[in-house]
């Protein structure tokens, strides 16, 4: 009989994290600013406002949540953008609900935007572009949740001591390739030298591992689910739809790490009778990396 999961709550990561950022704040020795923009005061986007109050208290940082009105919002972010007093800027979406979010996402200057979600940051992600000055003193930045989730992944054991990179050798598979989360997750571990077989409604593509310090490629597939997770040392589920067809465990290897960052249920119960470690949620890691990101664009800004 195997031996259950062992469950990660992700909350315990978050503040080993919190304690390396605390000591970062502390030692900056001036107060990071940090403005929140949120249209309505109800739903996730009013909790993750919520989580990130309390996550700015716990680490010393300042935390200015405004309350706008979406045909507001354009112009009060460019004001953020200008004001040296402000080091980070964070939208909670939806604001419209429609393509004028991402026209939103791409007004929040690149030096604030501690999410990580503007073309900038992604072009920099896509061409494995971890430097961005000929002396290395400016690192780029990822997006929160799919940092989260690598950070997580890196909890659970995911990576290869002795690897010439973390993720070498490890077969994944991710459901969801969304371009906020599920697309910069399977670059991510790509670059970090993982096979990838990323699903979505529209089918599968594979993202293979980053050669030397190239960035990775993404092939189209035939490969199917049931050879993929078959073969799958890590799965990453993020589906939020009820009509989803739930990993179940006699899907997945025995020992196989998985996670999801999903609102809704994308496993089976049974996945923690086989699987090795199970990540059930990854919210409270996601505000700790965006603090994170302010940090290091912050450093970034002072050269």
Request: aromatic share 6%; with cysteine.
């Amino acid at each position: 009989m195997s031996t259950p999961a062992r469950v990660i709550d992700p909350t315990v990561v978050a503040h080993a994290f919190r304690e390396e950022i605390r000591r970062e704040v502390r030692a900056i020795g001036e107060p990071l600013v940090l403005v929140g923009f949120l249209v309505a005061d109800h739903g996730p986007s009013a909790t993750y406002a919520e989580y990130t109050r309390r996550a700015c208290d716990d680490v010393g940082v300042r935390f200015d949540l405004r309350h706008v009105k979406r045909l507001e919002a354009e112009a009060d972010v460019l004001a953020a953008n200008a004001d040296p007093g402000v080091h980070g800027v964070l939208v909670y979406y939806p604001v419209f609900g429609t393509q004028q979010d991402v026209y939103l996402r791409e007004l929040v200057d690149a030096g604030k935007d501690i999410e990580g979600l503007s073309s900038f940051w992604a072009r920099c992600l896509y061409t494995n572009t971890r430097l961005l000055d000929p002396l290395g003193k400016k690192k780029a930045i990822l997006p929160c949740t799919p940092l989260a989730i690598m950070k997580l992944l890196d909890a659970a054991g995911a990576s290869r001591e002795g690897a010439p990179r973390p993720l070498a050798g490890v077969r994944a598979v991710v459901f969801n390739r969304s371009e906020v989360v599920g697309r910069p997750l399977a670059s991510m571990m790509a670059n970090d030298g993982a096979e990838v077989v990323s699903f979505d409604i529209d089918g599968a593509q594979l993202f293979a591992p980053a050669k030397e310090d190239g960035a990775h490629t993404v092939e189209e597939t035939t490969i199917d689910r049931a050879s993929a997770l078959a073969k799958a040392d890590v799965i990453v589920t993020g589906v939020p739809s009820r009509a989803f067809p739930l990993v179940r465990a006699e899907e997945i290897r025995e020992g196989a790490v998985c996670l999801s960052f999903s609102t809704m249920k994308n496993f089976d119960d049974g996945i923690v009778e086989k699987a090795g470690v199970f990540v059930p949620r990854v919210g409270p890691m996601t505000v700790t990396m965006a603090l994170r990101n302010l940090v290091r664009l912050w450093r970034n800004g002072r050269g």
